[in-house]
């Protein structure tokens, strides 16, 4: 099974500055992930991260604000830009294991905007 | 558009006891997950379902998929305190083959009391 080291695991940061979350797995994914949990709620795919390419990003979020970057297959990351208080989430990435099917996560990165 | 309906919501159940949380979701799908959330922490996976009348237990915990009525249980046999947790079920999009991209339940937040 994939493990996932995502850092930080919390921040605390200031309206209109800007965070970037790293994603690393211990072994090769065939696809990785960024979701969003607001606080109390369920989780929602920001998204896909593409090896190499520009990530294909779910309806409601933009790459100026959550620009993604995979340069390989082990490793992401995830910025979240011009934070507002409104951006106060955890912020988890994922990992497809194409070995058997489950989809891993990583720690998590709890976020608070002031 | 797909969606995943959990419910019940909250769940407060005394240990020994039996209970059963339901997942119904809107459109076909042929993979459903089941995650476990502790206060604070990532999601732990439980079980990946991926065929009509699938059935998989792991201790206490017994989830079982129903494609053609679109439901997936997690059945809970004696429960007992460390079972308290939120667990979400989560179904596979699938769209244009964007695997991994899931849409999850509200989650179920279970409290086991002595």
């Known amino acids: 099974s994939a493990v996932i080291s995502q850092k930080p695991s919390r921040d605390i940061c200031q309206r209109g500055t800007s965070l970037t979350i790293q994603c690393q797995v211990d072994?090769?994914?065939?696809?990785m992930f960024w979701y969003r949990q607001q606080p109390g709620q369920s989780l929602t795919l920001i998204a896909t991260a593409n090896q190499g390419s520009e990530a294909t990003y779910e309806s409601g979020f933009v790459i100026d604000k959550f620009p993604i970057s995979r340069p390989n297959l082990t490793f992401s990351t995830l910025t979240v830009s011009n934070m507002s208080p409104e951006d106060s989430s955890i912020y988890l990435c994922s990992g497809r294991d194409g070995f058997n099917e489950k989809l891993f996560f990583g720690s998590g990165t709890q976020l608070s905007v002031l | 558009e797909l969606k995943v309906e959990q419910n019940p919501l909250f769940l407060s159940m005394q240990e020994g006891k039996n209970y059963t949380i339901y997942c119904n979701y809107s459109?076909?799908?042929?993979?459903l997950y089941w995650y476990r959330q502790d206060p604070g922490k990532s999601l732990e996976s439980l079980f990946v379902l991926l065929s009509n009348g699938a059935v998989k237990q792991e201790g206490r915990l017994m989830a079982s998929l129903d494609t053609k009525a679109r439901l997936s249980t997690l059945h809970i046999t004696a429960a007992v305190h460390d079972l308290s947790a939120t667990y979400f079920c989560?179904?596979?999009?699938?769209?244009?083959?964007?695997?991994?991209?899931?849409?999850f339940g509200k989650g179920t937040k279970l409290s086991v009391k002595p």
């Open positions: 989560a179904v596979d999009n699938g769209l244009g083959g964007s695997q991994g991209n899931l849409i």
């Open positions: 459109t076909t799908s042929d993979r």
């Open positions: 072994s090769q994914v065939t696809m």
